[in-house]
């Protein structure tokens, strides 16, 4: 499960577009490691249109494993958005998925 932090924040860059800085928390909730996780978070307009996005891998590269009902804090930031785009909504997708194989 990812869910999207009120710590988001948006601001104006000396190129004369907006960054954003986007906060998840992901938890695993199943009952194995999780050792491998791509993500996509997607900004959309109020019509569900994908304005931006952005892939990450967070798992490895940013934590090293998820174990079973850990969370973990995954941040990123999209820059690149126009001042009149309508940013409404962020969707996090998970893309691929790896866990430890049990024993």
Do not use: C, Y
């Amino acid at each position: 499960m990812i869910s999207t932090s009120r710590d988001t924040v948006e601001s104006p860059n000396a190129f004369g577009t907006i960054s954003m800085f986007i906060r998840g928390t992901v938890r695993n909730k199943g009952t194995r490691t999780i050792n491998g996780l791509e993500i996509n978070v997607a900004v959309r307009n109020s019509e569900s249109q994908v304005i931006k996005e952005k892939r990450l891998l967070a798992i490895p590269e940013k934590h090293a494993s998820l174990g079973p009902g850990e969370t973990i804090t995954v941040n990123l930031t999209i820059d690149g958005f126009k001042q009149n785009d309508d940013r409404a909504d962020i969707r996090w997708k998970v893309t691929a998925i790896r866990t430890e194989q049990p024993l």
